[in-house]
């Protein structure tokens, strides 16, 4: 028997594409009566620019600029969503009810991804890709690709179009 699907994981990168997986993980919702939970990973700062960050940065100042990117970005993917939601939607309060919450987190993405998915008690999750370079056609990005790979839970990989999306809002 398949699993009834109660929680929808959606990864977004924040980028102008990442809009067109929105769509897809919002009519999953609606259709099987879900709720979504929207997920932003920040990538760590690298090793090597890190050193040099504490040579002129106090560490406790750049722990605090974490914190803060933290934050504009709930606040980015709120107003976007809102944005979405206006323009998409006859109704945009029941389209803004669907997303249960919103976690922005620190870290590798494969790994929050995986993490938040199992915490939250998702039954699947939603990723968009973009193939890069001359392989598109025959590998998907290295995120949705890890994920795919270790994932113990349904994944749903929407590949996205070059260029316009049809959206006027920016990003989600």
């Known amino acids: 028997m398949i699993p009834q699907i109660k929680k929808i994981l959606y990864a977004t990168d ?7 997986a929105f ?15 929207i997920l932003h990973v920040i990538e760590p700062i ?4 890190r050193h040099y960050m504490k040579i002129y940065v106090d560490e406790s100042k750049w722990k605090e600029k974490i914190e803060y990117e933290q934050d504009l970005a709930v606040e980015r993917i709120k107003k976007r969503l809102h944005e979405f939601c206006k323009q998409e939607t006859q109704d945009a309060p029941q389209c803004l009810a669907l997303v249960s919450s919103i976690l922005v987190r620190p870290g590798y993405p494969v790994e929050e991804i995986l993490k938040a998915a199992d915490e939250e008690h998702c039954s699947m999750m939603v990723l968009g890709t973009h193939g890069k370079g001359f392989l598109k056609q025959t590998f998907l990005g290295s995120v949705a690709r890890s994920v795919l790979d270790r994932a113990k839970k349904p994944v749903f990989i929407v590949p996205l179009p070059h260029g316009e999306t049809g959206l006027t ?4």
């Open 14 to 20: 924040l980028s102008k594409n990442s809009v067109y």
């Open 23 to 37: 769509r897809y993980a919002l009519k999953m919702v609606e259709k099987y009566d879900a709720e979504m939970i």
């Open 46 to 49: 690298p090793s090597m620019a």
């Open 169 to 172: 809002i920016g990003e989600i």
